[in-house]
């Protein structure tokens, strides 16, 4: 028997309207979502409704109703922490000179090499629920604490059992030209992840690269991009832009980048190279916020130059450790001026596109995945206004109720 669940009741029911370009929100009152088979059939007024048309109704009690977050870059299978470097930070020593003493990422990637593939399971899977119960739905996850093969595999494996085991949409991204490991010149290690490039192609969908000065340049990209483009990859991202201008971004989008991420100091020529490659700007002001980064992105000319912007947390121990893409929501607004609608539709739709998964899920629309939160307001601005605050109350996936963990934030 068919299953269609009537969600009624519903106060404020936002969706994300693709037709209009640029999408914006719809926002409807007093309505009801009809959920088949886990995803959106249709929305019907409330008034109305014939209980006897649906296998259960769920009354909502007049709460808000927004598509599920979806959050495009995360670096979530790691082991450690790094409180540490943070107060080297807050004492004026800079994130990439902790990386040029052997710490920061490499000191992560010490401890992930000496985690086994089971404790790191069970921490990302710890994490990814505390993060569906804060409201997101979808995931990216990036391998790059490994830097060997060994542990590349290990992460992107992980990746592969928390895609089967939980019930949200998983792409991952081989992630090995993210630093340069102790013992290797930045060539000879680069060379290896070139040569290796196809051991990863049936683990991750995609593959990624810092480009930094003194991490990987703009030729390394190139030579990255095209290489994954022959052995089969279909999603290019690359982070860009971050700590300083390199070019990376307009490299990567003249190449067919999916995203840029990061874009802290991309420029008017970036803008247009994002635009004529249709490539989505992906935004993490979780970074700007916890490196204490002065530097704000031209948000205003991507939007203007008709960019999709999508939102992120960057989760990782080192550059933005939170779970929250509410956080991420309200720091977008405030930090870059940005409006709740556009800081919205960047964390659903704009993510999701980021993931080529736009047409599967972000914008609750008939035929998407019924991947939604419950909030406890009667206006979805709460979100944006409140700062400090859970307004999730629940996370339904595929029309279903997530079951909320008790536990706290850290391991
Ligand atoms: O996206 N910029 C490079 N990579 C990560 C940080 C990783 C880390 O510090 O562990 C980022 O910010
Ligand atoms: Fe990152």
Do not use: W
């Amino acid at each position: 028997m068919n299953d269609t669940v009537c969600f009624r009741n519903i106060g404020q029911l936002v969706q994300v309207d693709t037709a209009n370009k640029p999408p914006r929100l719809k926002i409807l009152y007093k309505h009801a979502l009809i959920v088949k088979n886990g995803r959106v059939e249709k929305v019907l007024k409330d008034s109305g409704l014939k209980s006897s048309n649906y296998s259960r109704v769920i009354d909502l009690k007049g709460k808000t109703v927004i598509p599920g977050l979806v959050d495009c870059h995360t670096h979530l299978i790691y082991a450690g922490e790094r409180k540490d470097e943070m107060e080297r930070r807050l004492d004026a020593t800079s994130y990439m000179d902790i990386l040029k003493s052997g710490d920061g990422i490499l000191s992560t990637v010490k401890a992930t090499r000496e985690a086994d593939g089971k404790s790191l399971l069970k921490t990302a899977k710890a994490r990814m629920k505390r993060m569906m119960a804060l409201g997101t739905t979808a995931f990216e996850i990036k391998s790059g604490y490994g830097l060997d093969i060994e542990t590349e595999k290990k992460i992107l494996s992980v990746g592969n059992r928390l895609k089967k085991e939980l019930p949200v949409p998983v792409t991952l991204t081989y992630l090995g030209a993210h630093a340069i490991p102790e013992g290797s010149t930045k060539s000879q290690y680069f060379d290896f992840v070139m040569k290796n490039l196809p051991l990863f192609r049936n683990l991750a969908d995609g593959v990624d690269i810092f480009c930094e000065e003194g991490v990987f340049s703009v030729k390394d990209l190139k030579r990255l991009f095209l290489q994954a483009k022959l052995v089969g990859f279909t999603q290019l991202r690359a982070h860009v832009e971050e700590l300083s201008h390199q070019g990376g971004c307009a490299e990567a989008a003249k190449l067919g980048a999916v995203s840029c991420d990061h874009l802290e100091y991309a420029n008017p020529k970036d803008i247009r190279a994002m635009k004529h490659g249709d490539t989505v700007a992906v935004l993490m002001p979780g970074v700007t916020f916890f490196l204490g980064g002065e530097k704000i992105p031209l948000v205003h000319s991507m939007l203007d130059a008709g960019i999709t912007l999508a939102l992120a947390t960057d989760c990782n121990p080192g550059s933005s450790p939170t779970y929250n893409m509410q956080t991420v929501l309200n720091l977008a607004c405030h930090l870059y001026r940005i409006t709740p609608e556009q800081a919205l539709v960047a964390a659903t739709y704009g993510s999701a596109k980021a993931l080529e998964s736009h047409e599967k899920y972000g914008s609750l629309q008939p035929g998407q995945r019924a991947d939604f939160l419950t909030l406890k307001t009667n206006d979805y601005r709460d979100l944006f206004y409140y700062f400090g605050e859970n307004f999730v109350e629940q996370t339904f996936i595929q029309g279903q109720a997530v079951r909320i963990p008790k536990a706290p934030a850290i391991e």
